[in-house]
């Protein structure tokens, strides 16, 4: 009985149906061409198109920004008209935004086209993760499909810029015109790979529990326990993005020697912990209950602001340390929070609630910002003890969440 209940067991994957696999392989082949041109945006900007680094930020600051409310509406209409043609559009305004930019001569042109990019990432990803739910009826099953398509995107983010690195040190530009293809491609694998919305037969109970745009909102804003939580992850994308974006800029103003070579060790370090001990952790935690596994990753994100406040500017080890415990803290949370909100999510509503999540991105929006300001203003010390104290909240928020009274009908209770 106990071997059944496991997570790691090869007929769940012989359950993985053709809707599953084309997302699985969909995310690794359209992710993987996005990492091999994206890292080198901010290079050619910069060199070819004299770009300042605000005003580069403000661009991806309103990419996230569009995203994450484009996210929330579009959930909506995968749930009322289903996900197929709405990742298709996705994927089609994908091609036309990466091929654009690929092709683009002025900055009013990247202004435009970054901004597209936000606008059609939620419109594949959200519905993406829906799909797994709706094609999975078993919850360890969703489970492994989740924590796989997690693994597979991160697969994507440690070669993508090996490749590029390798077919175009000359003309990164080019490179967006494969990635704009890669979502041509992507396209046409979902309209034969995805079935059509399966619910047919639920249609008049859609249609009433789904009435418009507005009702849809009131009921994921009275579910309590997914409010906390958006909250917390929200904080957690805030934290997260100064990995990204802040870090790099304080190992650059710290004048260590080679500062160029130890980013890229730091990207090497976050990649490497995720791929390689995403699946060992996962085995040691599957018997964790899913609030409790997120709270030990926060943890570890926590302690990994002290390790960043504690080790010296000038100590490569330090901030490969500190990247390792948050990385640590990244492979446990991440996953498990499309886990959650799957379990969450009422069946009717799954899109909803993977489309609400968009609304992370406003982290992702508002830390490169604080912390830049952070950085300039205060010190890195300053921020990373910022970000602990907003890891400290989150730790909170989840604590709170736990207790709430769940008045929400769910597939299964939630721990």
């Not at 886990?339 to 993977?354: E, K, M, N, T």
């Amino acid at each position: 009985m106990e071997k059944e209940q496991s997570l790691f067991e090869w007929q769940r994957v012989k359950r993985f149906n053709l809707p599953v696999w084309t997302v699985l392989i969909g995310v690794l082949i359209a992710r993987t061409s996005y990492f091999m041109a994206w890292p080198f945006l901010v290079v050619f900007l910069y060199q070819d198109y004299n770009a300042s680094a605000i005003e580069v930020g403000a661009m991806l600051a309103a990419s996230a920004l569009i995203g994450s409310l484009v996210g929330v509406y579009s959930g909506y209409l995968s749930d009322k008209f289903g996900r197929k043609w709405l990742m298709v559009i996705g994927c089609v305004l994908g091609f036309v935004a990466y091929s654009g930019i690929a092709l683009a001569s002025e900055m009013w042109h990247f202004h435009l086209l970054i901004l597209l990019t936000g606008f059609m990432r939620p419109m594949i990803d959200g519905p993406a993760k829906a799909v797994i739910g709706d094609s999975l009826p078993d919850l360890k099953d969703r489970e492994l499909a989740l924590n796989l398509r997690y693994f597979l995107l991160n697969i994507g983010g440690a070669v993508g810029p090996l490749m590029g690195v390798t077919l175009a040190l000359a003309q990164p530009q080019s490179l967006f015109l494969i990635t704009g293809f890669t979502h041509l491609f992507y396209a046409f694998w979902i309209l034969f790979g995805v079935e059509r919305k399966s619910a047919k037969v639920n249609q008049q109970a859609d249609e009433t529990l789904l009435p418009d745009f507005t009702q849809t909102l009131k009921v994921i804003a009275r579910d309590k326990i997914f409010v906390f939580l958006l909250v917390a992850n929200l904080l957690l994308m805030f934290v997260y993005a100064q990995l990204e974006s802040s870090v790099p800029q304080v190992i650059v103003r710290s004048g260590i020697e080679d500062a160029a070579s130890l980013i890229a060790m730091l990207m090497v370090v976050n990649t490497a912990t995720i791929v390689l001990f995403q699946f060992p952790l996962l085995k040691m935690l599957e018997r964790v209950p899913l609030f409790s596994r997120t709270r030990i990753g926060m943890v570890l994100i926590a302690a990994g602001q002290v390790a960043f406040i504690v080790s010296p500017n000038d100590s490569a080890i330090g901030w490969a340390l500190a990247c390792f415990i948050i990385s640590l803290g990244e492979v446990i949370t991440f996953p498990t929070l499309n886990v959650q909100i799957d379990r969450l999510a009422p069946a009717h509503l799954r899109g909803s609630y993977f489309g609400a999540t968009a609304l992370y991105s406003l982290g992702f929006a508002i830390g490169p910002i604080v912390g830049g300001a952070m950085i300039e203003w205060f010190g890195a010390s300053w921020l990373f003890a910022l970000c602990f104290i907003v890891s400290v909240t989150m730790i909170w928020l989840y604590a709170l969440a736990s207790k709430v009274e769940d008045t929400v009908e769910r597939e299964v209770a939630m721990q």
